[in-house]
C-alpha cells in the first residue's frame, strides 16, 4: 500500500535560508506525488506535482521539488525563505490514475520562519 | 474565481447531538472528499462521492455518514457526536476520472468541537 513518511513536524528556519522538506514514500508502483500547502486558517492548495516526465518539478512561490525514483523521495525546496512562507507542508502520493485510488497523506511539517 | 465552501467555519456541539457539516463547489466537479485533520495525524479520508448518490467509505468512516443529493453539495452527517470527534473538518472536491491524481481543491475548513 501507498504511504508517505514526512520527518520533524516542526521545521525552524531563518528568512533568507533555504528551505528543506523532506518526504519519502513507499508505491509499488511509479507514483504520482504532491506537495501541498496550507496557509494559517485556510484550506490546502496545491503547490506542486510530479506525474510523468521530467523529475525537478517547479511549483509556485518559488518552490520546486525533485523525484528521486532510487531514493524513493521528493523532497521540497525553497533557495531563499520569505516570512511568507509560514504554513503547513504536506506531501501526498498516489500510487495509480486507474481505478478507485486515492491520496495518501503524509503527516505534514509546520514551517516557521525566523526573522 | 473557483470555490469549495463550508458552511461552518467554527461549530460547538455537544455529546450526543446530530452534526451536519455541509460543503458546495461552484467547478461542476464530479468527486468529493471528506477529510479529517488532526495535528500529528495529517490528513485521513472519512468519505468521497465519485457521483450524486454515490459514496465510499475512506480510511475512516467509523461514526460518519453522508450525503450526495447533488453534484455541487457533499454533507457530512456525525448521527451522535463525541469527543473524540472533535477535529477540523476539510472538504474538497477535483473533475472526474482524476481521482488522486488531479488537483484537489480544498475548502476553508470546520472546526468542530464536541464537549
Known amino acids: 500500500a501507498q504511504s508517505v513518511t514526512q520527518l520533524g513536524s516542526h521545521v525552524s528556519v531563518s528568512e533568507g535560508a533555504l528551505v528543506l522538506l523532506r518526504c519519502n514514500y513507499s508505491?509499488?508502483?511509479?507514483?504520482?506525488l504532491f506537495w501541498y500547502v496550507q496557509y494559517p486558517n485556510q484550506g490546502l492548495q496545491l503547490l506542486l506535482k510530479?506525474?510523468?516526465?521530467?523529475?525537478l518539478v517547479k511549483g509556485i512561490n518559488g518552490f520546486e521539488a525533485e523525484f528521486k525514483k532510487s531514493e524513493t523521495s521528493f523532497h521540497l525546496t525553497k533557495p531563499s525563505a520569505h516570512m511568507s512562507d509560514a504554513a503547513e507542508y504536506f506531501c501526498a502520493v498516489c500510487e495509480s490514475p486507474y481505478g478507485n485510488n486515492r491520496l495518501a497523506f503524509g503527516k505534514g511539517n509546520q514551517v516557521v520562519v525566523i526573522p | 474565481d473557483v470555490k469549495v465552501t463550508q458552511s461552518s467555519r467554527y461549530l460547538v456541539k455537544r455529546t450526543g447531538e446530530k452534526v451536519f457539516l455541509e460543503c458546495v463547489q461552484d467547478m461542476d466537479h464530479e468527486n468529493m472528499f471528506w477529510y479529517r485533520q488532526d495535528p500529528g495525524l495529517g490528513l485521513r479520508l472519512i468519505y468521497f462521492?465519485?457521483?450524486?448518490?454515490m459514496k465510499e467509505k475512506g480510511d475512516i468512516p467509523e461514526g460518519y455518514s453522508v450525503s450526495r443529493e447533488k453534484k455541487e453539495r457533499f454533507s457530512l452527517i456525525l448521527e451522535s457526536a463525541s469527543t473524540n470527534q472533535t477535529s477540523m473538518y476539510l472538504c474538497a472536491s477535483n473533475q472526474e476520472g482524476t481521482w488522486g491524481t488531479g488537483e484537489l481543491f480544498f475548502g476553508e475548513g470546520s472546526r468542530l468541537t464536541v464537549l
Open positions: 510530479y506525474t510523468t516526465g521530467a523529475t
Open positions: 462521492s465519485y457521483d450524486v448518490k
Open positions: 508505491s509499488s508502483v511509479p507514483p504520482y
